[in-house]
């Protein structure tokens, strides 16, 4: 088994940190960084094409069945593979836009306020639920006070900064224990039965547990592998909001730098499951403008009118056991 401490080699440090520092220009200009929205576009070595799929019927019905509504796409989408690292697939453009709306809708207005469902809050302060389990956007919802475990080092905080800084990352189904690196012992707790089945209909794989993240142009998130599962079964990650900066590479120097957009996916699986991969950068005023207002909209949330416009959401989903 992987060492979940290990430290990444330091050629993949140096070219993190060379990304970090990236002006959006640059990353524009940067040839090295495989732009998955422009594959296709243009000729690219680092990719092939691994397969090509028309949306109906197969991913048609599945984001049918997803949003509650008839989806008459007949649009082809291409698969690719990263040449050096097998087993790492490009799904670019994936996900209609009301797809996306609904995976927003569903994790942040359902699933974040049921009290299974962990945060990186949850370590620091006592989390107070919603009326029958209402979304944390909503009227209600505004007046709840966050306290601090420990008030020696935490100030009460509101539910305006629980969603606009404090909260970085959401857990579903199986809830990993960062502090330790394991899944907890035990039953998890379901994972959301709509979510699963959009994911297993689109990737080869079971849908446990997935890590929510939350970013804001300046936050990263370190280079490490996903090593925890009991199985080396794929990976699957979502991207949706601002673009970001994916770095993915395997011992031995073989890597990839990927600019992911709103829509976009990714599968890790084979020889590149458990990669090494992070996000140096998170790309500033890049949310599609059909989603910079959400959640507001239907007269709903207006309050919150352009939360997303800087924010990157990400839904990694992995398959915990074989």
Not at 215 to 223: A, E, H, I, R
Not at 283 to 290: G, S
Request: hydrophobic share 40%; aromatic share 10%; charged share 20%.
């Amino acid at each position: 088994m992987l060492d979940p401490y290990a430290k990444p080699p330091a050629a993949f440090r140096e070219i993190y940190k060379r990304l970090q520092k990236l002006s959006v220009v640059d990353i524009s200009n940067e040839s090295a960084i495989v732009d998955l929205q422009a594959l296709g576009q243009a000729s690219e070595s680092r990719v092939r094409e691994a397969s090509r799929h028309t949306l109906y019927p197969m991913s048609s019905e599945a984001f049918g069945e997803f949003t509650g509504t008839r989806c008459e796409s007949t649009k082809a989408f291409a698969i690719y593979e990263v040449s050096n690292l097998p087993g790492l697939f490009l799904y670019p453009d994936l996900l209609p836009q009301d797809v996306q709306l609904q995976i927003l809708a569903k994790t942040f207005h359902r699933d974040l306020s049921n009290p299974q469902h962990l945060t990186n809050v949850h370590t620091h302060y006592d989390v107070p639920t919603t009326s029958a389990r209402s979304s944390y956007f909503s009227p209600a919802a505004q007046g709840l006070i966050f306290s601090p475990r420990d008030p020696a080092i935490h100030k009460p905080i509101t539910t305006q900064q629980f969603l606009d800084k404090k909260l970085r990352w959401m857990t579903l189904g199986g809830q990993y224990d960062w502090t330790n690196k394991v899944y907890p012992a035990g039953l998890p707790p379901p994972f959301p039965s709509d979510i699963k089945q959009l994911i297993e209909s689109l990737f080869p794989m079971k849908a446990e547990a997935a890590i929510v993240n939350l970013y804001s142009p300046g936050d990263n998130l370190s280079l490490h592998r996903d090593v925890s599962e009991e199985c080396d079964q794929p990976l699957a990650s979502i991207s949706l909001g601002c673009e970001g900066i994916f770095l993915v590479g395997l011992d031995g120097g073989r890597a990839v730098t990927l600019r992911l957009r709103s829509g976009d996916a990714v599968l890790m699986s084979g020889e590149s499951r458990f990669a090494w991969h992070g996000v140096p950068k998170v790309v500033a005023d890049t949310c599609p403008k059909w989603m910079q207002d959400w959640p507001a909209g239907g007269g709903q949330f207006e309050e919150w009118r352009g939360w997303m416009a800087g924010k990157r959401i990400n839904l990694n989903v992995r398959q915990m056991f074989d």
